[in-house]
Structure formats: C-alpha cells, structure tokens
C-alpha cells in the first residue's frame, strides 16, 4: 500500500511540475526575468520555508546543529541546479512546453541517476551506489542501457524540433497572428542540454543533505516530511544563481521598471508569478513525501520524471503547439518521447534490481 500511495505523490509532484509554467504564459507586458524572479522568491524562499515551518518543528535549529561541509555541498548544488533551473524557463520558452520538457527532463532523468553514483567513486560513503558498481553489475548494466536510450530519444527530439521549426515557418507566411511561444530550435536546444544536465544536480543535492534528513527524524519529525529541511537549503543556491541573473538582465535589458509598471496589470503578474512559484514548489514537497514511501532515491528521481515529460507533453497537446505540423513531424516527436519513456524505465528497473 505504500508503494502505491508513493507512486500517488509523485504523480501530483510530476503534475505540478508540468503544469508551473502555464501561469507565466499569461503575464502581461513584464519581461522574462521580472516574471521568474517573482516567481522565483516563492518557489525558493517563501514556500519552501512556510512549508518547513509547518511540517518540521524547529527546523531552524536542525540547519545550525548541521555541519558546514553538509550544508556547503548541499547549497553548492543548489547553485548548480539553479542554473538548470534559469535555463530551463528559457528552454521552454523557445522549445515549447512538449518538446522543452521532453528534451530537458529526459536529460535530467539520465545524470540524476548517475551524478551521484560518479561523486561517491571519488568521496566514498557507505552504503552509497558508485558508478564502478555500475559497471560491474546485471543491475548496474540495465541504469547505462537506459541512459543510452535516454539520449537517443533526445536527440530524436531535437531533430522532431527542427522538423516543427521547419513546419511553422511555411504555415505562418502570410500569418500575422502572434504565437505565445518564441521559437528558437538552435538557442533552444543548447539552453535545454545545459539545463537538463545542470538540473541534476538537484537530486544529488538531496543526497548531500541527507544528514540533515536524518536528524529531523531524530527529534521527532514525521519521516514523510523529513525532506522539506533539506529543500530550504538546497534551494537558497537556486535563489542565489537565479536572483543574480535575473538583476543583471534587468539591468541589461532596463526591464527593472516591470514591477512598478502601471501599463501592465500588476496585480494579475504579481497573483500569477506567485502562482507559478508556488506551484513549482509543491512538485518537491510531494516528491520528497513520495521518495519516503518508496524508499528508493534513485526511482524515486526516475519516477518523478516520467510523470512530468506525460503531464507537459499533455499540455502540449492542450496548447496545440503541434498544431501547424506535418504527420511525420509528429510521429517523430512521439518517437522521441517513447524512447525516453523506455529509457526511464530501463532506469528504474535497473534500480530496482538492486539488492
């Protein structure tokens, strides 16, 4: 029964995770980074915090009881991921919300499950899966097979992006109806591989932070909710990167006047951006209740993802950003998705195997 219930959290998780960006699309006349910063303070500062508050009593003094090496590889991958996380709005602004997610997330599937096994070859821990392991087992063998896949079905989704890219300029000639998403194949792909790649590092960062995880639990912590001190630390990084970036394109791009901009419905980007945000959080509050029930890191992280890449590519679908496409641009994008799928799955029966 806690199996299932587990695979419940990590729907809605993936769910939410897919659907965030769905708030951002209708802000008004504020620029990509006055949006993602609003945002940004209640996905990575606000929420996260107000949920600690809630479900970990004296989390505070768990954060200070912990030691700085604990607390600097946590919020260092907090940082890295939070590049991830910048370049992933970018990706899916000039990528769309079916193929950004599909390319981004199946790379993010594929190091999540090895980021750490890589780290542990060279700091050991015990009881910690490392990449020699890997290589060395049936187990191990079927994780390498699936990132294999992974990156095969990434690049079948570049090529159904380019083929889509192709597709929608001959539709639109003559079209002067403004599309809602700003297609861009080649800035979009390379922002989707470094985001996809960086935005691992999340779930390594909650391996980092385990220690913190395990504290709460010892002074009396539901383990449900044991994740959320980790996330207020792992994602001060995230506030840090993203919050930087975004003052300098606010300064670059002069767009600081946003946030006071009468021309724009304030009130409605203000209510959307948090919206947004929050629901950004909500896929990690779940994930980490689910990671609890399943009791599998690594599938946990697998798992997650797939409900993810089926929500958005769902919305995809919602939005009719395939609308204008040939049938083989399609069956091409379906080909790409199914191989990550396979990938994932491949992924998580090699994990599974695992003794």
């Known amino acids: 029964m806690g199996v299932i219930i587990g695979v419940i959290y990590h729907f809605i998780g993936g769910a939410a995770a897919g659907s965030f960006y769905m708030p951002y699309m209708k ?13 940004g303070f209640f996905s990575w500062l606000i ?11 004296g989390f505070t003094g768990i954060i200070h009881s912990t030691n700085w090496s604990t607390l600097w590889w946590t919020y260092f991958m907090g940082v890295l991921w939070g590049i991830g996380g910048l370049t992933y709005g970018l990706g899916v602004r ?7 997610n599909s390319v981004i997330l199946g790379l993010t599937a594929a190091f999540g499950a090895l980021l750490p096994a890589v780290y542990y070859d060279f700091s050991y821990h015990p009881g910690k899966v490392t990449f020699t392991e890997l290589m060395g087992h049936d187990w191990g063998h079927y994780i390498l097979i699936g990132v ?26 003559g079209n002067k109806e403004e599309n809602a998403i700003q297609y861009k194949i080649g800035t979009g792909l390379i922002v989707a591989v470094i985001s996809g790649i960086l935005s691992a590092c999340f779930n390594y960062g909650i391996e980092a932070g385990t220690p913190m995880a395990q504290m709460a639990v010892q002074r009396g912590v539901d383990p449900l909710f044991q ?17 930087i970036w975004c003052v300098i394109l606010n300064i ?10 009468k021309k724009a419905p304030l009130m409605k980007n203000y209510l959307l951006s948090a919206a947004a945000g929050t629901t950004w959080f909500l896929q990690f ?19 997650h993802m797939a409900f993810i890449i089926l929500v958005a590519n769902i919305w995809g679908l919602v939005l009719k950003e ?30 599974g195997l695992k003794p």
Request: aromatic share 12%; net charge positive.
């Open 47 to 57: 929420i996260p915090t107000l949920a600690a508050w809630l479900t970990v009593p």
């Open 285 to 303: 509050f779940f994930y980490g209740m689910g990671e609890t029930k399943l009791g599998n890191g690594a599938s946990s992280w697998i798992l």
């Open 148 to 173: 294999a896949i992974c990156l095969i079905g990434i690049a079948i989704s570049g090529k159904a992006g380019m083929m889509k890219d192709k597709d929608i300029t001959q539709q639109k000639k």
């Open 322 to 351: 395939w609308k204008m496409v040939k049938r083989r641009t399609l069956i091409t994008i379906t080909a790409g998705i199914a191989a990550i799928l396979i990938s994932i799955l491949f992924v998580g029966y090699g994990n």
């Open 227 to 243: 994740n959320n001190v980790i996330f207020v630390v792992l994602l001060w990084g995230g506030l840090t990167t993203n919050f």
């Open 27 to 39: 802000v008004k006349k504020w620029a990509w980074e006055s949006m993602w910063i609003i945002g």
């Open 94 to 100: 000039y990528l769309g919300m079916s193929l950004g």
């Open 252 to 261: 670059r791009n002069k767009s600081y006047g946003d946030y006071g901009d």
